[in-house]
């Protein structure tokens, strides 16, 4: 079975740095408001974590 090599598929080298750098801050602004300290901070329970 041979593969058949789509021109379509190829993408240049400008096109793939362009795509992963909407992927890279899509990516940060995702991770940034998952999480944001301050709303962690504000959902958590008063108290010291280490107070049994």
């Not at 090599?5 to 992927?23: C, L, V």
């Not at 940034?32 to 010291?48: E, M, Y």
């Amino acid at each position: 079975m041979a593969m058949k090599k789509n021109k379509q598929s190829k993408i240049t080298r400008k096109e793939a740095i362009k795509k992963f750098g909407k992927y890279a801050a899509m990516t940060a602004i995702g991770t940034f408001i998952i999480l944001n300290p301050k709303k962690s901070a504000a959902s958590s329970p008063p108290g010291d974590p280490w107070d049994w």
